[in-house]
């Protein structure tokens, strides 16, 4: 019986694909960093928590009660964080919770279409570790940038697979989750037509038109108004020209190591963007090099033309393509250097596997000492301030809303315009003060010295009176206190 228990063991550990166990380590690796890095804050992502949050405690979906403004750029990265927050207990761990999930997803995905269409399994695995290892897997956390690449990974499956069906909910569930998304529609047009690749039903368009449609419909009736306030008001930021030194290719190249590493190693990004570069080596990777490759021209215009001020979660599905071609690099260096035996290949791709995974192993996302817990402490304490020392039913103008609002539990003027109607009109056209028109709030939070974005302090004090809290006492910024 101890041999036949032991021979079935030896089958079984036969039978065990080290490549899916180099998968459940980098799934494994994922999930211990997220686990450190729980407390981690961004003070975008904690808008989404107080829509989120204020919809549980039957205030409605919105980020001040009793006032209907849009700030949801991402309905579906939204909806899915209020179906898990009952089972969390919390909303902020209810958004990094879906956001988690959805980057293991997309490692798994992107592992799935490589290693199904293009190249074998054991180079296919490295994007996903590269995922693991990877600063950019991490800083995002809490938003809808992994819900995005994910959705963008099972769309290219689909395609490929020509499950048609499949494609139009997956676009459509794309779209939700960044309108963006719909640039990968004429990707895919271009591509089929060039490919001589069938085109789809026409019923296969219906399923995600009526899904876009029934948002915009709810939009229309709840808010009043079809399009996300946040998104019109990104545009007008693009307008007015005030962020006209934080271009969007700029800082994509600035802080492109980043992505790689928390400290910003450049060496690592070296020898990435070298084997990435390797990937024109493997001719049957062609359609996807082509398509992921117009996707992010497409998408990179979008951003370009319109101005829009770049953020860190914009950048997540350029590293996530970058991945998958390191992946396809490592593939095409094997083919290229091996003597076409197994044993050949084998051992290249041990030592390629090696140099890649050494290169970034020992700077295993060290955020927590990098940048500390969170990303703004100073606003979580200023939050904690104000939610203990001003009346519960206060208003408070700022420029960076989501962690002082989400502390605070005050109601929040946001003088950029992204949950507060009209501003962002005012934003468009230089207009920095014009708020004051039409919102005097109890409080306004400003830096010192003053930001430019602030100026409607000054505004304020010519039609109230405005005095120091002398109480408030956090360098770099001051809290005014606005009187009839």
Not at 52 to 73: A, R, S
Not at 111 to 132: D, G, H, N, P, Q
Not at 184 to 189: E, F, M, T
Not at 348 to 376: A, C, H, M, N
Request: glycine content about 6%; some cysteine.
């Amino acid at each position: 019986d101890r041999k036949g228990t032991l021979s079935k063991r030896t089958m079984k550990l036969q039978y065990l694909n080290p490549v899916h166990a180099l998968v459940l380590i980098a799934v494994a690796g994922f999930a211990v960093n997220v686990v450190l890095l729980w407390d981690w804050e961004l003070d975008d992502a904690l808008i989404y928590a107080r829509y989120i949050n204020n919809f549980i405690e039957g205030n409605g979906l919105v980020f001040n009660p009793d006032t209907k403004v849009n700030g949801l750029t991402s309905p579906l990265f939204a909806y899915l964080s209020i179906l898990v927050a009952p089972f969390v207990g919390d909303t902020k761990d209810a958004i990094m919770l879906v956001s988690a999930l959805a980057t293991v997803g997309s490692m798994l995905v992107f592992y799935m279409l490589l290693s199904r269409f293009f190249i074998e399994e054991k180079a296919a695995v490295i994007s996903a570790l590269l995922a693991t290892m990877a600063a950019a897997s991490y800083v995002n956390l809490g938003m809808e940038t992994s819900l995005f690449v994910l959705l963008f990974g099972v769309s290219l499956y689909c395609y490929l697979q020509n499950a048609h069906f499949l494609l139009g909910a997956a676009v459509g569930f794309l779209v939700l989750t960044r309108p963006e998304g719909v640039l990968l529609v004429p990707v895919l047009a271009i591509n089929t037509y060039l490919s001589g690749r069938s085109w789809p039903s026409w019923r296969c368009y219906l399923m995600p038109a009526a899904m876009v449609l029934s948002q915009l419909l709810f939009n229309g009736l709840y808010y009043g108004e079809i399009f996300p306030t946040s998104g019109i008001a990104k545009i007008y930021q693009g307008e007015s020209g005030l962020w006209a030194e934080e271009q969007f290719l700029s800082s994509l190249l600035t802080k492109f190591h980043f992505g790689f590493t928390a400290t910003g190693y450049w060496p690592s990004t070296v020898v990435l963007l070298a084997t990435a570069a390797c990937s024109m080596l493997v001719t049957r990777a062609n359609e996807y090099l082509i398509l992921t490759g117009l996707f992010l021209i497409f998408y990179t215009a979008f951003y370009v033309i319109l101005q829009i001020p770049p953020q860190g979660w914009y950048y997540g599905i350029y590293f996530s393509i970058l991945w998958s071609y390191a992946a396809i690099g490592v593939a095409g260096i094997v083919k290229y250097l091996s003597d076409k035996s197994d044993q050949s290949a084998n051992w290249l791709y041990s030592l390629l596997f090696v140099i890649l995974v050494f290169t970034f192993f020992w700077q295993e996302p060290k955020l927590r000492d990098t940048v500390g817990g969170t990303v703004r402490q100073d606003y979580q304490a200023i939050g904690q301030w104000l939610a203990s020392n001003t009346p519960d039913n206060a208003s408070i103008a700022l420029v960076e809303i989501g962690t002082v609002a989400w502390y605070s539990e005050r109601e929040i003027i946001d003088i950029l315009g992204l949950v507060t109607p009209e501003v962002s009109e005012f934003i468009a056209r230089g207009e920095l003060s014009a708020w004051t028109d039409v919102y005097q709030p109890d409080y306004m939070l400003v830096h010192e010295p003053l930001w430019d974005l602030e100026v409607g302090l000054h505004a304020l004090m010519e039609k109230a009176t405005v005095t120091d809290v002398t109480e408030f006492n956090f360098p770099g910024f001051k809290l005014k206190r606005v009187v009839e």
